[in-house]
Protein backbone atom coordinates (compact mmCIF):
# COMPACT_ATOMS: atom_id res chain seq x y z
CA UNK A 1 0.00 0.00 0.00
CA UNK A 2 1.12 3.48 -0.86
CA UNK A 3 1.31 4.61 2.68
CA UNK A 4 3.63 7.70 1.44
CA UNK A 5 1.46 9.21 -0.86
CA UNK A 6 -1.47 8.76 1.20
CA UNK A 7 0.38 10.62 3.91
CA UNK A 8 1.12 13.91 0.97
CA UNK A 9 -2.70 13.53 0.38
CA UNK A 10 -3.73 14.55 4.32
CA UNK A 11 -0.42 16.36 5.24
CA UNK A 12 1.17 17.73 2.16
CA UNK A 13 4.81 18.36 2.27
CA UNK A 14 7.00 16.25 2.41
CA UNK A 15 8.96 19.39 2.45
CA UNK A 16 10.22 21.79 5.34
CA UNK A 17 7.36 24.38 6.46
CA UNK A 18 8.97 28.05 6.70
CA UNK A 19 8.61 27.42 10.44
CA UNK A 20 11.10 24.97 10.47
CA UNK A 21 13.39 26.50 7.96
CA UNK A 22 13.52 29.84 10.23
CA UNK A 23 13.91 27.22 13.27
CA UNK A 24 16.60 25.81 11.53
CA UNK A 25 18.30 29.26 10.59
CA UNK A 26 18.09 30.59 14.26
CA UNK A 27 19.70 27.64 15.55
CA UNK A 28 22.46 27.52 12.63
CA UNK A 29 23.13 31.36 13.61
CA UNK A 30 23.26 30.83 17.27
CA UNK A 31 26.25 28.10 16.33
CA UNK A 32 24.26 24.62 17.43
CA UNK A 33 23.95 22.01 14.88
CA UNK A 34 20.87 21.32 13.51
CA UNK A 35 19.38 17.80 14.19
CA UNK A 36 15.92 16.77 12.66
CA UNK A 37 13.84 15.30 15.02
CA UNK A 38 10.88 14.29 12.34
CA UNK A 39 12.51 13.14 9.14
CA UNK A 40 10.54 14.25 6.38
CA UNK A 41 10.53 11.31 3.95
CA UNK A 42 13.20 7.98 5.01
CA UNK A 43 14.55 6.24 1.79
CA UNK A 44 17.34 4.19 1.51
CA UNK A 45 19.80 6.38 -0.71
CA UNK A 46 20.84 4.76 -3.97
CA UNK A 47 23.28 6.89 -5.66
CA UNK A 48 22.30 8.56 -9.13
CA UNK A 49 24.19 8.97 -12.06
CA UNK A 50 23.86 11.84 -13.88
CA UNK A 51 25.78 13.66 -16.69
CA UNK A 52 28.30 16.59 -14.79
CA UNK A 53 28.45 19.48 -16.66
CA UNK A 54 30.34 23.44 -16.21
CA UNK A 55 32.49 24.49 -12.83
CA UNK A 56 31.85 28.27 -14.18
CA UNK A 57 31.02 30.98 -11.78
CA UNK A 58 27.23 32.15 -12.67
CA UNK A 59 26.68 35.22 -13.45
CA UNK A 60 23.80 35.67 -11.06
CA UNK A 61 25.99 34.60 -7.55
CA UNK A 62 25.63 37.90 -6.63
CA UNK A 63 21.93 38.45 -6.66
CA UNK A 64 21.37 34.66 -5.23
CA UNK A 65 23.72 35.18 -2.42
CA UNK A 66 22.67 39.32 -1.29
CA UNK A 67 19.12 37.00 -1.36
CA UNK A 68 20.45 34.57 1.20
CA UNK A 69 21.84 37.53 3.62
CA UNK A 70 18.85 39.53 3.30
CA UNK A 71 16.75 35.77 5.24
CA UNK A 72 19.58 35.00 6.95
CA UNK A 73 23.00 36.57 7.21
CA UNK A 74 25.02 34.47 9.99
CA UNK A 75 24.18 31.66 7.85
CA UNK A 76 24.99 32.51 4.47
CA UNK A 77 28.43 33.87 6.24
CA UNK A 78 28.25 30.33 7.79
CA UNK A 79 28.18 28.23 4.57
CA UNK A 80 31.21 28.11 2.04
CA UNK A 81 30.89 29.22 -1.59
CA UNK A 82 30.52 26.49 -4.05
CA UNK A 83 29.23 28.58 -7.62
CA UNK A 84 29.11 25.45 -9.48
CA UNK A 85 26.97 25.54 -12.46
CA UNK A 86 24.63 23.94 -15.16
CA UNK A 87 22.19 24.04 -17.60
CA UNK A 88 20.11 22.24 -19.81
CA UNK A 89 16.48 22.86 -21.41
CA UNK A 90 17.04 26.62 -20.96
CA UNK A 91 17.20 25.95 -17.06
CA UNK A 92 20.47 26.96 -15.39
CA UNK A 93 21.10 25.59 -11.81
CA UNK A 94 24.25 27.18 -9.59
CA UNK A 95 24.87 25.64 -6.13
CA UNK A 96 25.68 29.00 -4.50
CA UNK A 97 26.79 27.88 -1.17
CA UNK A 98 27.20 24.53 1.02
CA UNK A 99 28.51 23.35 4.15
CA UNK A 100 28.61 19.80 5.43
CA UNK A 101 28.87 19.56 9.48
CA UNK A 102 28.71 16.60 12.03
CA UNK A 103 25.81 14.11 10.36
CA UNK A 104 24.16 17.22 8.30
CA UNK A 105 24.71 18.80 5.06
CA UNK A 106 23.26 22.32 3.86
CA UNK A 107 22.75 23.44 0.64
CA UNK A 108 21.77 26.61 -1.05
CA UNK A 109 20.96 26.86 -4.42
CA UNK A 110 19.07 28.49 -7.16
CA UNK A 111 17.22 27.51 -10.40
CA UNK A 112 16.90 30.35 -13.07
CA UNK A 113 14.98 30.02 -16.10
CA UNK A 114 17.50 31.60 -18.67
CA UNK A 115 14.23 31.69 -21.38
CA UNK A 116 11.90 33.25 -19.71
CA UNK A 117 9.31 31.17 -20.64
CA UNK A 118 9.62 28.01 -18.73
CA UNK A 119 8.88 29.14 -15.19
CA UNK A 120 6.06 31.74 -15.42
CA UNK A 121 5.41 32.91 -11.84
CA UNK A 122 5.96 30.15 -9.39
CA UNK A 123 8.89 28.28 -8.52
CA UNK A 124 9.62 25.00 -9.80
CA UNK A 125 9.50 21.79 -7.62
CA UNK A 126 11.86 19.63 -8.25
CA UNK A 127 9.36 16.74 -7.62
CA UNK A 128 11.42 14.09 -5.18
CA UNK A 129 13.51 13.81 -8.04
CA UNK A 130 16.79 15.58 -6.67
CA UNK A 131 19.99 13.78 -4.68
CA UNK A 132 22.86 15.09 -3.14
CA UNK A 133 25.74 12.22 -3.30
CA UNK A 134 28.86 11.61 -1.54
CA UNK A 135 31.63 8.79 -0.59
CA UNK A 136 29.11 6.38 1.57
CA UNK A 137 26.26 7.44 0.52
CA UNK A 138 24.71 4.46 -0.40
CA UNK A 139 24.88 3.00 3.05
CA UNK A 140 22.12 3.68 5.96
CA UNK A 141 18.51 5.80 5.99
CA UNK A 142 18.63 9.59 5.92
CA UNK A 143 15.89 12.42 6.12
CA UNK A 144 15.78 14.90 3.41
CA UNK A 145 14.15 18.01 3.47
CA UNK A 146 13.84 21.04 0.77
CA UNK A 147 12.26 24.57 1.05
CA UNK A 148 11.56 27.18 -1.57
CA UNK A 149 12.96 30.68 -0.11
CA UNK A 150 12.73 33.15 -2.40
CA UNK A 151 11.44 33.52 -6.62
CA UNK A 152 12.08 36.71 -8.67
CA UNK A 153 9.51 36.92 -11.37
CA UNK A 154 12.03 39.68 -13.13
CA UNK A 155 15.53 37.51 -12.86
CA UNK A 156 13.37 34.06 -13.07
CA UNK A 157 15.56 32.72 -10.41
CA UNK A 158 14.21 30.51 -7.72
CA UNK A 159 16.31 30.05 -4.61
CA UNK A 160 16.01 26.48 -2.23
CA UNK A 161 17.50 24.99 1.03
CA UNK A 162 18.08 21.77 1.04
CA UNK A 163 18.84 19.72 4.20
CA UNK A 164 20.27 15.89 4.43
CA UNK A 165 20.67 14.42 8.21
CA UNK A 166 22.42 11.61 8.58
CA UNK A 167 19.50 9.45 11.13
CA UNK A 168 22.28 7.30 12.59
CA UNK A 169 23.94 10.12 13.40
CA UNK A 170 27.05 9.20 11.86
CA UNK A 171 29.25 11.98 10.35
CA UNK A 172 28.60 12.87 6.71
CA UNK A 173 32.33 12.38 5.55
CA UNK A 174 34.16 15.85 3.85
CA UNK A 175 35.56 15.56 0.66
CA UNK A 176 33.31 15.35 -2.84
CA UNK A 177 29.70 15.82 -3.55
CA UNK A 178 27.56 15.89 -6.44
CA UNK A 179 24.02 17.71 -6.29
CA UNK A 180 21.55 16.78 -9.04
CA UNK A 181 17.63 15.97 -10.12
CA UNK A 182 16.26 15.25 -13.61
CA UNK A 183 12.94 16.32 -13.05
CA UNK A 184 10.98 19.75 -12.74
CA UNK A 185 7.60 20.45 -12.13
CA UNK A 186 6.13 24.04 -13.62
CA UNK A 187 3.38 26.06 -12.48
CA UNK A 188 3.11 24.58 -8.88
CA UNK A 189 -0.16 26.22 -7.30
CA UNK A 190 -0.81 26.21 -3.56
CA UNK A 191 -4.82 26.45 -2.49
CA UNK A 192 -5.55 26.37 0.74
CA UNK A 193 -8.97 26.88 2.21
CA UNK A 194 -10.89 26.42 -0.83
CA UNK A 195 -14.66 26.34 -0.13
CA UNK A 196 -15.90 23.03 -1.14
CA UNK A 197 -19.65 24.32 -1.91
CA UNK A 198 -21.84 21.10 -2.24
CA UNK A 199 -25.19 20.91 -1.06
CA UNK A 200 -25.15 18.47 2.25
CA UNK A 201 -28.78 18.87 3.25
CA UNK A 202 -30.01 15.61 1.66
CA UNK A 203 -27.11 13.66 1.97
CA UNK A 204 -28.47 9.46 1.61
CA UNK A 205 -28.14 7.18 4.28
CA UNK A 206 -26.51 3.99 3.47
CA UNK A 207 -25.72 4.94 0.04
CA UNK A 208 -24.70 1.82 -2.38
CA UNK A 209 -21.20 0.78 -2.18
CA UNK A 210 -18.68 -0.75 -4.40
CA UNK A 211 -15.36 -2.60 -3.14
CA UNK A 212 -11.90 -1.38 -4.29
CA UNK A 213 -8.72 -2.68 -3.49
CA UNK A 214 -6.76 0.06 -1.84
CA UNK A 215 -3.35 1.27 -2.59
CA UNK A 216 -2.76 3.30 0.56
CA UNK A 217 -4.90 4.61 3.76
CA UNK A 218 -3.83 6.82 6.70
CA UNK A 219 -5.96 7.75 10.10
CA UNK A 220 -5.87 9.65 13.40
CA UNK A 221 -7.54 6.24 14.87
CA UNK A 222 -4.89 3.37 14.77
CA UNK A 223 -8.29 1.23 15.33
CA UNK A 224 -10.27 2.77 12.64
CA UNK A 225 -9.16 0.52 9.71
CA UNK A 226 -6.84 -2.60 11.29
CA UNK A 227 -5.09 -4.70 8.35
CA UNK A 228 -7.16 -4.47 5.12
CA UNK A 229 -6.83 -4.77 1.87
CA UNK A 230 -9.98 -3.70 0.14
CA UNK A 231 -12.64 -1.50 0.99
CA UNK A 232 -16.41 -0.22 0.26
CA UNK A 233 -16.00 2.89 -1.20
CA UNK A 234 -19.12 5.07 -2.10
CA UNK A 235 -20.36 4.82 -5.69
CA UNK A 236 -20.15 7.87 -7.42
CA UNK A 237 -23.50 9.96 -7.73
CA UNK A 238 -22.01 12.75 -10.31
CA UNK A 239 -20.16 16.25 -9.56
CA UNK A 240 -21.41 17.56 -6.42
CA UNK A 241 -18.62 20.04 -6.37
CA UNK A 242 -15.50 20.45 -8.35
CA UNK A 243 -12.45 22.96 -8.32
CA UNK A 244 -12.45 25.53 -10.88
CA UNK A 245 -9.91 23.79 -12.80
CA UNK A 246 -11.57 20.41 -12.86
CA UNK A 247 -8.93 19.00 -11.07
CA UNK A 248 -10.29 17.72 -8.06
CA UNK A 249 -14.07 17.15 -7.66
CA UNK A 250 -16.27 15.46 -4.85
CA UNK A 251 -18.17 12.72 -6.13
CA UNK A 252 -20.35 10.97 -3.54
CA UNK A 253 -21.66 11.57 0.10
CA UNK A 254 -23.47 9.77 2.44
CA UNK A 255 -23.92 8.64 6.25
CA UNK A 256 -23.97 5.19 7.68
CA UNK A 257 -23.07 3.88 11.03
CA UNK A 258 -22.61 7.43 12.63
CA UNK A 259 -19.88 8.30 10.14
CA UNK A 260 -19.86 11.05 7.00
CA UNK A 261 -18.42 9.23 4.20
CA UNK A 262 -16.86 11.73 1.32
CA UNK A 263 -15.76 10.49 -1.92
CA UNK A 264 -12.58 12.73 -3.85
CA UNK A 265 -11.31 12.44 -6.78
CA UNK A 266 -8.25 14.22 -8.49
CA UNK A 267 -6.88 13.73 -11.73
CA UNK A 268 -3.04 14.09 -12.63
CA UNK A 269 -2.12 12.15 -9.28
CA UNK A 270 0.59 10.15 -10.75
CA UNK A 271 1.69 12.53 -13.94
CA UNK A 272 1.93 16.22 -12.20
CA UNK A 273 1.51 15.21 -8.28
CA UNK A 274 -1.88 16.64 -8.01
CA UNK A 275 -3.24 15.96 -4.48
CA UNK A 276 -5.30 17.37 -2.22
CA UNK A 277 -6.01 17.40 1.41
CA UNK A 278 -9.75 17.35 2.54
CA UNK A 279 -9.66 15.71 6.12
CA UNK A 280 -11.47 19.04 7.77
CA UNK A 281 -15.25 19.62 8.15
CA UNK A 282 -16.98 22.87 9.68
CA UNK A 283 -19.59 22.46 11.83
CA UNK A 284 -22.29 24.89 12.40
CA UNK A 285 -21.13 26.14 15.53
CA UNK A 286 -17.80 26.51 14.13
CA UNK A 287 -15.86 23.25 15.80
CA UNK A 288 -13.13 21.89 13.48
CA UNK A 289 -13.61 18.21 12.91
CA UNK A 290 -10.94 16.01 11.44
CA UNK A 291 -11.65 12.99 9.76
CA UNK A 292 -11.28 9.93 11.75
CA UNK A 293 -9.30 8.02 8.79
CA UNK A 294 -8.98 8.10 4.62
CA UNK A 295 -8.57 5.23 2.22
CA UNK A 296 -7.43 5.32 -1.14
CA UNK A 297 -7.48 3.78 -4.34
CA UNK A 298 -6.04 4.76 -8.24
CA UNK A 299 -6.85 4.19 -11.50
CA UNK A 300 -3.91 3.73 -12.63
CA UNK A 301 -5.03 4.09 -17.12
CA UNK A 302 -6.80 7.41 -16.43
CA UNK A 303 -3.86 8.82 -13.51
CA UNK A 304 -6.71 9.07 -11.02
CA UNK A 305 -6.82 9.22 -7.16
CA UNK A 306 -10.19 8.18 -5.00
CA UNK A 307 -9.99 9.26 -1.59
CA UNK A 308 -12.70 8.66 0.50
CA UNK A 309 -12.79 10.90 4.09
CA UNK A 310 -14.71 9.09 7.10
CA UNK A 311 -15.69 11.67 9.74
CA UNK A 312 -17.77 10.57 13.37
CA UNK A 313 -20.41 12.75 13.76
CA UNK A 314 -24.63 13.10 14.14
CA UNK A 315 -26.55 12.82 11.15
CA UNK A 316 -28.33 16.23 12.22
CA UNK A 317 -25.15 17.77 12.11
CA UNK A 318 -24.63 16.78 8.44
CA UNK A 319 -26.96 19.58 6.95
CA UNK A 320 -25.06 22.39 8.29
CA UNK A 321 -21.39 21.51 8.04
CA UNK A 322 -19.26 23.40 5.62
CA UNK A 323 -16.38 22.17 3.67
CA UNK A 324 -13.03 23.45 2.64
CA UNK A 325 -10.02 21.56 0.52
CA UNK A 326 -6.17 22.40 0.00
CA UNK A 327 -5.67 21.96 -3.27
CA UNK A 328 -1.65 21.33 -4.99
CA UNK A 329 -2.03 21.09 -8.31
CA UNK A 330 1.17 21.79 -11.52
CA UNK A 331 0.88 22.52 -15.04
CA UNK A 332 3.55 20.84 -16.48
CA UNK A 333 6.39 18.16 -15.68
CA UNK A 334 9.89 18.77 -17.42
CA UNK A 335 12.22 15.77 -17.83
CA UNK A 336 15.96 17.15 -18.11
CA UNK A 337 19.63 16.43 -16.68
CA UNK A 338 21.10 18.71 -14.18
CA UNK A 339 23.91 18.28 -11.92
CA UNK A 340 27.18 19.95 -10.39
CA UNK A 341 30.09 18.27 -8.67
CA UNK A 342 31.67 20.02 -5.62
CA UNK A 343 34.46 19.63 -3.49
CA UNK A 344 33.28 20.32 1.06
CA UNK A 345 35.00 20.56 4.42
CA UNK A 346 33.75 19.73 7.75
Known amino acids: MDFHKQY ?3 NENITPSDTLVQQTIAKMESGRPHRARKPLKIILAVAAALACVSTAVAANQEAVLRVLYQIAPGMAEYLQPVGQVCEDRGVKLEVVSADVEGSTAKVYLSLTDTTGSV ?4 APDMYDSWSLDYAGFGRGARSYGCSTLDYDPNTHTATYFLQIDDLNGKHIPAGAFRFSFNQLLIGRE ?4 VPVTADLSAVPKNAPTENHAINGYGTMNPDALGDMDSYDFLVPQGTLWQSEDGICALIAAGWRNGELHLHYRTDGSLSLDNHADFSTVHLADGTELM ?5 TYKDF ?3 TDYTEYVFPMAYKDVADCTLTGDLYTASNLMDGRWAVSFRLTQ
Open 291 to 295: CDYTV
Open 301 to 303: DND
Open 119 to 122: FGDA
Open 190 to 193: KQEG
Open 8 to 10: RDM
